[in-house]
């Protein structure tokens, strides 16, 4: 009995971290987790409980894509294009209920890009964006009573994505004025803060035990963005008159799925090895899909070690991409119609991520690590 209870704590640690389903570094795919963090641990709360949380996320994004092919050319002779990307998440979930959870996220970033082809095409230079991002807030709630199914249970949850962050986020580009002077311009859209659109979030996260020390677990959300486009020009149609139809942002639906499993070390440490899939699609499943978008999905190894005590839990996580995809956008395709030429966009993916996180939790009723493992909790 102590061996599963422990296992039960090590379990809803483990995936405080991780179901934030951060994006795995593609140009493609912005800073984003769910509305509720999508955490596990900080959502199995008892009547009156909160959790604090902060989550750090870094990832450098450098090999370019085209479908599933790479370009190495593009490193090999310098005209890759390089995202430095930091982000915080700030929560703070509460429980309604010992079922019905509610939280709310506060994200901020400190962005950098580095190319040619922004800056006249002779000369790197960077751009930077930073600040609020989009907060989300959203509810949830688990279908089985996490007291009496320990060994297993699935939660189903909304939010909404607010359009707190900046998306109209300027920085100078130099050589692309009158005479080659610099001039300010939006950052590209893989930088920008916030994607100027209201949203909403869909999400679920279950767990499994399996033996005394072995359990499964996983997650997703789905953001559905009905806004198309947000009117902040790209200046893209400065580069190539094909390029005219991404002359303005779009507002794309973005997505995540993670499962793995998960093994108990100790009595305080987990480690645990799952899979990743991530991305944002071609077209969204509500409104139009127009203007500048970068379509992209990866598909990752994720493993992770957890360590929790008590109210405390630190957590760290490490995706490493497998497979990069980088498909034919609705402009694209457009392009591709308009001059009978083949025309595929390509986007700068990341090798890996780094995801670290700490959380607390503030018992106002009685939490779950206040439970006795002698109590009559059932762990078949």
Known sequence: MKTKYALFLL???????????????????????SSIGNELESNLLGKGDFQVGMNYRYFKSFRHFKGTEEEPDRVSNNTEVINYSHSWDFSLNYGLTDRLYAGITIPTVLNERSSLYEHGREER???????????RVGMGYWLFDP???????????????????????????????????PQTRPVDQSIQPGDGGFGLTVDFQFYQTITDDLFMYGGGFYLFNP???N???????????ILDNESIMSVPDQFALRAGLGYALSHTFSASLGARFEGVPVEDV?????????????????????????NFSVNLNVPVALRRDRPQSVTDLETQLATGE??????????????????????????ISEIEPESDLQFD
Request: charged share 15%; with cysteine; glycine share 14%.
């Open 11 to 33: 379990l809803i640690s483990i995936l405080i971290l991780p179901q934030t389903m951060k994006a795995q570094g593609c140009v493609a795919i912005r800073h984003f987790s």
């Open 125 to 135: 230079h960077k751009t930077f964006s930073r600040g609020l991002a989009d907060i």
């Open 147 to 181: 007291e009496t199914h320990l060994n297993g249970n699935l939660a189903l949850g909304l939010g909404l994505k607010l359009p707190t962050g900046n998306y109209n986020a300027t920085d100078v580009f130099y050589n692309v004025g009158p005479e080659a002077s």
């Open 227 to 229: 806004k198309e486009t």
């Open 231 to 241: 009117g902040i020009r790209t200046f893209r149609e400065t580069l190539s008159p």
């Open 286 to 310: 509500i409104g139009g899909s127009g203007g500048f978008r970068r379509p992209g999905n990866v598909l990752s190894i994720d493993p992770g070690i957890s360590f929790m005590k008590h």
């Open 342 to 367: 083949p025309r595929n966009g390509d986007a700068a993916f990341a090798d890996y991520l780094i995801n670290l996180g700490i959380s607390y939790r503030i018992g106002g009723g009685k939490s």
